[in-house]
């Protein structure tokens, strides 16, 4: 089996390299790039005109199976990836069951392995049923192909058990991403404490709800020596403790969905649910700092949060439906156009941030080497236009559910191809 990519312009920020090339894949993995390159049997896609890149990874999405099949499945929730650019996505644990034992890890992994069209890697739960309580079966979930441990949306509130977690991570060799949030501030919230909320007549989230918890996992994180990720990171405090973290040469790492740098509180439609997530959309000055933390390498990676309701749960009185967009099929758009094309940070750093800088989050070496195009690594390919319009029309969604505030909107530059270990799983409409 093999694949040869012709004429593209090669960006793989891991290696350094940017020229108009070829990209051979052989047997499921990078076989090499170079000048005019031959291959006798080979398929062969001519991107002139296009930039070739790493296999795009999402290492924060929800595809709500097991329990939750009316608002994605496993399926339609990768099929959306696939539509992203996303060639690997790690999945969240709030399933139901929870994913918080060796079984519930390996029923994720094999039903991927028949119906997803890119790589899956299970998120185990920090404490059984994420209950925060009892420490689940990290070192099970972890040999049954856990890649990070995480009790997301409903995050651990009792530090020791915090402490433990951290410390059972680092001896099983994975990482700890939190959700940061404490509970007791935000609790009964809607939105962002500022202005807007007060004016809208909705109960508030604060910023230092983020902040402690972001606060007490980088001391904890400290003491431990595990690896930390925080989470969708929100406010303009998180992102200078971050920083300030990585100056002190912490293992510390840190994620901001596209929505979060696209949106403000000022951007809602009132009362629209579609503009209804966690951490909630937060004050312009915020998405300055958060912006600033990009360029300035504060910040790791962008991640979608891809968080899909059905439409009866979602479109219902904001204060009632649950928190969360879809996000996989806008987030190559969205990066472009708030980052790239206002001059921000160039083409490269947004694609080490969807590339090889989640792959470093997570420690993939080895067999399960991604996010570059480096001889022997994953035949993992995203190959996209980054000028080209187009406009996500969200009823054709890839995804079981619709809840985006992105519906109608046009930007310029999307995935083109997806590629899955030198097998195409998806191609743009008219490409």
């Keep these: 089996m093999k694949l040869l990519i012709k004429n593209g ?41 296009l930039v070739v890149a790493p296999g795009f990874i999402d290492i924060h999405v929800h595809l709500r199976e097991p329990g939750f099949e009316h608002a994605e499945t496993i399926a339609t929730g990768t099929r959306a990836a696939a539509a992203g650019g996303f060639t690997t996505v790690c999945c969240m644990p709030n399933t139901k069951p929870v994913n918080d034992s060796g079984m519930v890890t ?169 503009y209804k997530m966690k951490p909630p959309l937060r004050c312009a000055t915020d998405i300055d700092a958060i912006l600033a933390g990009v360029a300035s390498g504060a910040i790791d990676c962008i991640a979608t949060d891809h968080a899909p309701h059905a439409g009866d749960d979602k479109f219902q009185e904001f204060e009632k439906c649950p928190f969360g967009i879809t996000g996989l099929e806008t987030a190559m758009g969205i990066s472009l156009e708030v980052l790239v094309h206002s001059g921000r940070i160039s083409l490269a750093r947004m694609i080490a941030m969807m590339t090889s800088e989640p ?35 969200v009823s054709k969604s890839q995804s079981k559910s619709r809840n985006s505030p992105f519906g109608g909107r046009t930007f310029q530059g999307g995935p083109i191809l997806t590629i899955v270990g030198g097998t195409e799983v998806w191609r743009a409409p008219g490409y």
């Design 106 to 274: 390996t029923y994720i992994i094999e039903t991927a392995s028949r119906v997803s069209p890119v790589r899956v890697c299970p998120i185990g739960a920090i404490t059984k049923g994420s209950e925060g309580e009892e420490l689940a079966s990290i070192g099970t979930m972890a040999a049954a192909g856990a890649v990070a441990i995480s009790d997301d949306g409903r995050p651990v509130m009792n530090s020791r058990v915090m402490r433990r977690a951290m410390e059972v991570a680092r001896e099983v060799g994975v990482p700890v991403i939190d959700h940061c949030e404490d509970l007791n501030l935000t609790a009964g919230g809607d939105m962002h404490e500022c202005v807007d909320s007060v004016n809208l007549g909705l109960r508030p989230i604060p910023s230092a709800a983020e902040d402690v918890m972001v606060a007490r996992d980088i001391i904890l994180a400290e003491m431990t020596g595990v690896r930390f990720h925080v989470a969708h990171i929100s406010t303009k405090n998180s992102v200078a403790m971050v920083a300030y973290a990585k100056q002190r040469g912490l293992p510390i790492t840190s994620e901001v969905t596209p929505h979060h740098i696209a949106l403000h509180t000022g951007h809602m439609k009132p009362y629209d649910s579609n």
């Design 359 to 393: 792959a470093r989050v997570m420690g993939w070496k080895g067999e399960q080497a991604r996010g570059a195009l480096k001889p022997g690594y994953l035949g993992d390919v995203t190959i996209f236009h980054p000028e080209y319009p187009w406009t996500f029309d």
């Design 9 to 49: 312009r090669i960006i793989c920020p891991a290696s350094g390299l940017d020229a108009i090339a070829d990209l051979l894949i052989e047997d499921g993995r990078i076989a090499g790039t170079g000048q005019d390159l031959s291959a006798p049997g080979a398929d062969v896609i001519d991107a002139s005109g």
